[in-house]
């Protein structure tokens, strides 16, 4: 079965432009969540879905970044405009409830690298 | 907001040897997880712990839910090169009032095992 695939892998962009990162969960996972990964904030949530619907947003830096889950098999998260400050890689995760909660077995795909220069 | 103390925050080994990291919280969580990434990938889940005082083990890996329900731990036995990597550990809270969990991940343990 496939993973979460998430593109582009790399993207190197200037200060200014819009950034658009997608990601496909794996298939029947209820959850989807967006995280951002940099050396000095380590894993830092962004928002999460369920069932298509955000849950939690607070993790969202500001105004500059969206995210939506238009079906279960897609998801964006919008960067405009960019700054440098967004430089990092960013995963999409996805996961299934356990007893109604999240099960917090999350599959991570394999990132998006983001450069803003 | 919730947060987990991860330690140690590097630790640089001789292959052969066992290893063990732990995770704390001022808070009380349902789930603990153990998370591995290596270099260019994303995280991967290595062992999931759901009640007090469960001890789980994958292979070499051992894992512990404390019974306080605020804390776990991770042993690896005899490690091998290929156990280089960023170790996480995560923890899932029930957000009380919402039928959804919060999820949090530690700073991570970076490990490097020389041969």
């Known amino acids: 079965d496939a993973g979460v695939i998430q593109s582009p892998r790399h993207e190197v962009t200037e200060m200014g432009q819009e950034v658009t990162l997608r990601c496909k969960p794996i298939s029947g996972h209820d959850y989807l969540f967006w995280y951002r990964q940099t050396m000095m904030r380590g894993l830092e949530l962004l928002i999460y879905f369920n069932n298509n619907v955000p849950i939690d947003d607070s993790g969202m830096p500001e105004d500059r970044f969206s995210a939506k889950m238009p079906n279960a098999s897609f998801s964006t998260l919008k960067i405009q405009p960019s700054e440098p400050r967004d430089s990092a890689v960013y995963f999409c995760a996805s996961s299934f409830a356990r007893g109604g909660w999240v099960s917090g077995e999350l599959f991570f795909g394999e990132g998006s690298r983001l450069t803003v220069l | 907001g919730q947060q987990l103390n991860q330690s140690p925050q590097s630790m640089f080994i001789q292959e052969g040897e066992d290893v063990s990291m732990n995770c704390t919280s001022s808070?009380?969580?349902?789930?603990w997880l153990w998370y591995k990434q290596d270099p260019g990938e994303g995280p991967v889940l290595l062992i999931a712990l759901y009640k007090a005082g469960e001890l789980t083990s994958n292979g070499r890996l051992t894992a512990q839910f404390g019974i306080t329900r605020k804390d776990s731990f991770l042993n690896i036995s005899a490690s091998i090169p290929s156990d280089v990597g960023i170790y996480f550990c995560a923890g899932v809270a029930n957000a009380g009032g919402t039928s959804y969990g919060k999820l949090t991940f530690g700073q991570g343990t970076i490990l490097t095992v020389h041969p």
């Open positions: 808070s009380i969580f349902n789930t």
